[in-house]
Each structure stands twice: as structure tokens, then as C-alpha cells.
């Protein structure tokens, strides 16, 4: 299995027109020939002026309404915007279909957005919100496959799934298929390949759907030492208990992004 090319790890990229697989992330998924197949079309180097791990402007982005009618479009997103800096934990809210999930593949380039700019450094980590993974692939599989395709050294990975197993508490079904897994441990797998690369910027869908309250308490200690170790976490919530927990909350309201 061959990922995407890989973004590199320090020059920001700017998408003009956005493409997909930039996050190396080759798990499967309806997009997934999109994502091992295309290409980052524009890299800006100078775009590091400021200490943004990401800024995102001009956001537009439409749906087809149906397959007979494909002129007629909704429209989800209508000039978002968002910056990311160094350090930060950030809540993305809104209501049920208000375009969350849209924006968030937009920014880790699994989705084309119609117009806007999105512009990225170091590496990304993405937890979709429906966890995409090889059925037939153990968990310790996994991580190997996704070592691979992040470039990391063997032992590195060895190293960073070993923490990972430990912080979630899922050791004990390394080697289990992902299809024997229950809910809650697929959801910590689907985090743990996110976070295998200890990436630059995490982009988390919905991330603890199915943990329980022990984990779910695990997963903030988690985001807490990323904060710390100034790793930038982008997190799409609906529980107003995790407001407390972000440093700024971001809306998706009518289309648009309101700080709140
Ligand atoms: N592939 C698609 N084709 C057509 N419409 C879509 C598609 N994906 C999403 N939509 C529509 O776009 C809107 C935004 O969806 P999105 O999943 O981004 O919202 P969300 O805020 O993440 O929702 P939720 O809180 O329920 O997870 C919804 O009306 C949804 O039905």
C-alpha cells in the first residue's frame, strides 16, 4: 500500500485549490483513492510569517443536492475562516449538519473546498469521526502500516505505539483484528493512529464518541500534555462540560465561523 506524497515536515504548504492526502494518512475510506492518489498542487514557502500551524480563509464549500438536479447545491460553508497557533487547543461547535465535519476534512486536505486557501506546517494527524480502518488488520498492523507511511524509523514507531497503547489503555488487543474490536477500542485506535507521529496539528472529529468515562478523563490528560509540549489540537465537540477544556471555541454558524 503506497500513502500519499509527503508533506514536508517544516515548509508550510499553502492549497490554492485544495487537494487531498497530505496527512500521509492511507487508511481507507470513501475517499480513500482520492486521498493516496492526488497531490499538493502549491506550496508557498514563505508563508511562515507568523506562528500559525495552520490558517484557513475564505472557505467556501457546496454539496450536490442530488444526482438528477446538479445544478441545484447546498450550500454548507460560506467563507469560514480559522487560524491555529502553536499550542493551542482549540473547540470547533455547531449544530447537528451545520458543516463541522466538512471543514475539518477541508483542512486536512480529504476534501476539495470550491475556493479558499488552507496553509499547513509539520505534520498533521486527523481523526475522522467515522473511525477508517483495514478490517482484516490486527491493531499492531495498523500502527506498522501507518509508521510506514509517515516515514518513521521503526523504532520510533514501536516507541510511539507503546505510549499510545498505555495512554489508552488498549495493550491488550494488539492483536486483534479491527473487526473483532468493540466500538470504544476501535475509537482508540482511530485516535492512536492520529497521534502515532506526535504531529504538529491534530485535527479530532469527534474523538471520544463510545469512550468510556475513564478514557474519555485519559484522552483530556492527553490533550493536555500536547498542549504543554505546544502541539496545536482542533477538536469538533458537543458537550458543553468540554467548553472549560479549550483555550477558544470556534462556531460554525450559517455557514460562516464566529469566535465565541
Ligand atoms: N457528501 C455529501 N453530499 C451531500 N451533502 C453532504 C455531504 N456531506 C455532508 N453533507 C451535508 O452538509 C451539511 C454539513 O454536514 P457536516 O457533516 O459537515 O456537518 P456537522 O456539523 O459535522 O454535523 P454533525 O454535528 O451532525 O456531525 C449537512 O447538511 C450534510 O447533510
Redesign the pocket.
Known sequence: MQGPSHTEETAPVTERVLQTGTTNDPRPGPSSAATLDSRVVAADQDASRDAAVLAAGGIDKS??RNLWSPRSR?R?LTGAEITLKQGEVVGLV??????????MRILVGDLRADTGTVTRSGKVGYCP?EPLVYPRLTCDEHFELFGRAYSMAPEQERKSRASIYDSLGFERFAATRADQLSGGTLAKLNLGLALLPDPALLLL??PYAGFDWDTYLKFWTLVDERRAAGRTVLI?S?FVVDEARFDRIVE?REGRTWAR
Open positions: 454539496y450536490r447546498v454548507v455547531g449544530e447537528n449538519g451545520s458543516g463541522k465535519s466538512t471543514l469521526q472529529d469527534e469538533v458537543h460554525i
